[in-house]
């Protein structure tokens, strides 16, 4: 259904979730990385992070984009009681982050920015996701058995943590794996 006739798309990301989630939208892309700094100012509104970080990471590349280049960038974050939790440093960590999620509801913000040469495009999309209670052995197998330490709030909703601990989601289940395929296409549909 996308066909894209002069545009190649780059996807800037290392992350093979959001890789195999674009494929799975069935267009051809390649890949780019590199390495980003992810801090944002502490004053902004945790809502406004995973675009504006989107964003930074697209900006990286702006001086090597090719005319017929369409960039996709993303930035998944998970808030919980409007603070921000990003990736894990340690178990510890990790623990404490689960812990924060148990018996609660908690929202996952990704964003995306498009980029070409001549435009940019910034769009986020938010998930409620409630967990249920888990019991510290649960949380300590779960990190012990998946070193969720890559993952925004120390939880991959695709993995068996999401199997056992999501009891209700409200938006979409890729938006919380990290990219929020449903926009990506509504972009990409009409870009030619
Ligand atoms: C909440 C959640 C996050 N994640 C992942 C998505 C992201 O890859 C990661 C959050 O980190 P990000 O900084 O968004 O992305 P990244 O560093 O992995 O990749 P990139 O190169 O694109 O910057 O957490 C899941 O896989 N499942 C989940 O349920």
């Known amino acids: 259904?996308?066909?894209?006739?002069?545009?190649?798309?780059?996807?800037?990301?290392?992350?093979?979730?959001r890789n195999e989630l674009l494929k799975g939208l069935g267009i051809d892309f390649t890949v780019r990385t590199k390495d980003?700094?992810?801090?944002?100012p502490s004053e902004m509104n945790p809502f406004e992070v995973a675009g504006f970080l989107s964003k930074k990471k697209a900006d990286a590349f702006l001086e090597?984009?090719?005319?017929?280049?369409?960039?996709?960038t993303a930035d998944t974050v998970v808030i919980v009681n409007n603070q921000?939790?990003?990736?894990?440093?340690?178990?510890?960590?990790?623990?404490?982050?689960i812990k924060l999620?148990?018996?609660?509801?908690?929202?996952?913000?990704?964003?995306?920015?498009?980029?070409?040469?001549?435009?940019?495009?910034?769009?986020q999309d938010t998930v409620s996701v409630s967990f249920?209670?888990?019991?510290?052995?649960?949380?300590?197998?779960?990190?012990?058995?998946f070193k969720p330490f890559?993952?925004?709030g120390a939880y991959g909703i695709q993995e068996w943590i999401g199997y056992i601990?999501?009891?209700r989601i409200e938006g979409s289940f890729y938006t919380v794996m990290g990219l929020p395929v449903h926009l990506v296409y509504d972009q990409l549909r009409n870009w030619d």
Request: net charge negative; hydrophobic share 40%; charged share 30%.
């Open 1 to 17: 259904m996308i066909n894209l006739k002069n545009h190649q798309v780059v996807l800037a990301s290392k992350s093979p979730r």
């Open 36 to 40: 980003t700094d992810e801090s944002f």
């Open 64 to 72: 090597e984009i090719e005319a017929n280049e369409i960039l996709i």
């Open 84 to 97: 921000i939790l990003g990736k894990p440093i340690d178990k510890n960590e990790a623990f404490e982050m």
């Open 101 to 123: 999620l148990s018996d609660g509801v908690h929202q996952v913000v990704t964003g995306i920015t498009l980029t070409t040469n001549t435009k940019q495009l910034t769009l």
């Open 132 to 145: 249920k209670k888990l019991d510290k052995e649960e949380i300590e197998f779960y990190i012990e058995t």
């Open 150 to 152: 890559d993952k925004a």
């Open 165 to 167: 601990a999501v009891d």
